[in-house]
């Protein structure tokens, strides 16, 4: 059984930093991919940042200059440094771990950027 915890979140205010960390546990070997989501209420998930085992990453229009995402094999655990932070960030953010076709989600942590 594949499980993802995420860590890390809480309130920072405009132009502040937070690192997020997601970490996997379970069987987990081979090429996999992980990525971060958030949600704000009453609007749709979207990916904030992805990355493969590779280290091919990617990363919505809006977080590109102030995002990266990073992956540490061995420990099988993904990171998001959050730099420049603004209120539009808030939102709950989520992990998910793709692998041969099944997708793996965290409950959540929320990030609210407010002064």
């Known amino acids: 059984q594949v499980q993802v915890v995420e860590s890390g979140g809480g309130l920072v205010q405009p132009g502040g930093s937070l690192r997020l960390s997601c970490a996997a546990s379970g069987s987990i070997f081979g090429i996999y991919t992980m990525g971060w989501y958030r949600q704000d209420p009453g609007k749709q998930r979207e990916l904030v940042a992805a990355?493969?085992?590779?280290?091919?990453?990617t990363y919505v229009d809006s977080v590109k200059g102030r995002f990266t995402i990073s992956m540490d094999n061995a420990k099988k655990t993904m990171y998001l440094q959050m730099n420049s932070l603004k209120p539009e960030d808030t939102a709950v953010y989520y992990c998910?771990?793709?692998?041969?076709?099944?997708?793996?989600w965290g409950q959540g942590i929320q990030v609210t950027v407010s002064s």
């Open positions: 998910k771990l793709n692998r041969l076709g099944s997708g793996y």
């Open positions: 990355i493969t085992t590779g280290g091919t990453t």
